[in-house]
């Protein structure tokens, strides 16, 4: 079973609907972010938690809202969709550990499309 | 944010050695260099990083300039599951603000 668990895979939706994208994680780290990646842009970061009780808006957060359900949990909302939405959404944990140097682990994204 | 600069595309023929470039003259002493790549349809996955010294581990190589204002990633035979883009990053060791910027990195296409 993957580490970080996106679903759904691929979603499309109306312009003005109400769309959750959900992660779980069972590599029981602290720290999960959300990303949007566009054809030809690379990785631009959307909201980052680093404890349940944290949330933080990263580079691009307007249109986005996430919840923190638990350590495990982390799950992105577009309150009302737009079609400059569309685009590949990825989750992905860390762990700070000791050494000071931090990895990233990925899900295997949701392909969301907005009419 | 301390930048990186890498080529768009590269390419390399199946069981020949890659370099992949990177740029960051803008790098301070605490920044970690990291690499990624991003398979087909799939999430970016760790590959290797430094500070310093060259390092070496089962997927590639990492050779940091030593004024570390540049650095290459190393394919010593590249195979076509090699195929990816390769993100270079530089990570911060400090601070309580943590972000992993991803650029656009390099689209390395590997000929049979």
């Known amino acids: 079973d993957a580490d970080v668990t996106q679903t759904p895979r691929n979603r499309i939706t109306k312009t003005g609907k109400r769309i959750m994208l959900e992660c779980s994680q069972t590599?029981?780290?602290?720290?999960m972010y959300w990303y949007r990646q566009d054809p030809g842009l690379g990785l631009r970061l959307i909201y980052y938690s680093f404890d349940v009780k944290d949330i933080n808006k990263g580079e691009i957060s307007d249109g986005y809202s996430v919840s923190r359900q638990a350590q495990a949990k982390f799950s992105l909302s577009l309150e009302s969709a737009i079609p400059n939405q569309t685009a590949l959404y990825f989750c992905?944990?860390?762990?700070?550990?000791?050494?000071?140097?931090?990895?990233?682990?990925f899900g295997s994204g949701t392909q969301l499309s907005v009419l | 944010d301390a930048k990186t600069t890498q080529p768009n595309s590269m390419e390399s023929n199946e069981e020949e050695p890659v370099h992949l470039p990177c740029n960051h003259s803008t790098i301070s002493g605490t920044d970690y260099i990291h690499w990624y790549r991003q398979l087909p349809s799939q999430g970016p996955e760790y590959v290797i990083h430094g500070l310093t010294s060259n390092v070496n581990n089962r997927m590639a190589s990492l050779a940091i300039a030593e004024d570390r204002k540049s650095s290459t990633l190393i394919l010593h035979r590249a195979t076509l599951r090699d195929a990816a883009v390769y993100y270079c990053?530089?990570?911060?060791?400090?601070?309580?603000?943590?972000?992993?910027?991803f650029g656009k990195g390099t689209l390395l296409t590997v000929n049979p």
């Open positions: 992905a944990t860390s762990d700070p550990g000791s050494s000071g140097v931090e990895k990233l682990f």
């Open positions: 590599k029981g780290h602290d720290r």
């Open positions: 990053i530089l990570r911060n060791s400090g601070g309580s603000n943590y972000k992993l910027t």
